[in-house]
Nanobody, 120 residues
Framework: QVQLVESGGGLVQPGGSLRLSCAASGNIFTIYNMAWYRQAPGKQRELVATITSGGSTNYADSVKGRFTISRDNAKNMVYLQMSSLKPEDTAVYYC??????????????WGQGTQVTVSS
């Protein structure tokens, strides 16, 4: 069993900041790529940022320069630091990970999501 659990969402004013965290636990041998996605009401889920096990990152154009993804491999954690938040950043944010279990099976996992609301 593998679990991804997000935390850190909430209500923030435009221009504010939030830091999301995602903890991976369970039958984990190694974690490869980790990512954050988001889904706004009535819209498709979209990729926000990715980070490899070596720390290489990529961002959606809409968040470049405002969001920073990072990870702590020792703790099986991934973070999303969000700054200069805009109302259009309002969405449920999901953690995603490609990982290998102790049976050496590689699978993709999702967290349950955490709500981020940007509003005055």
């Amino acid at each position: 069993q593998v679990q991804l659990v997000e935390s850190g969402g909430g209500l923030v004013q435009p221009g504010g900041s939030l830091r999301l965290s995602c903890a991976a636990s369970g039958n984990i041998f190694t974690i490869y790529n980790m990512a954050w996605y988001r889904q706004a009401p009535g819209k498709q889920r979209e990729l926000v940022a990715t980070i490899t096990s070596g720390g290489s990152t990529n961002y959606a154009d809409s968040v470049k320069g405002r969001f920073t993804i990072s990870r702590d491999n020792a703790k099986n954690m991934v973070y999303l630091q969000m700054s200069s938040l805009k109302p259009e950043d309002t969405a449920v944010y999901y953690c995603n990970a490609d990982l290998q279990n102790y049976l050496k099976i590689i699978s993709n996992y999702w967290g349950q999501g955490t709500q981020v609301t940007v509003s005055s």
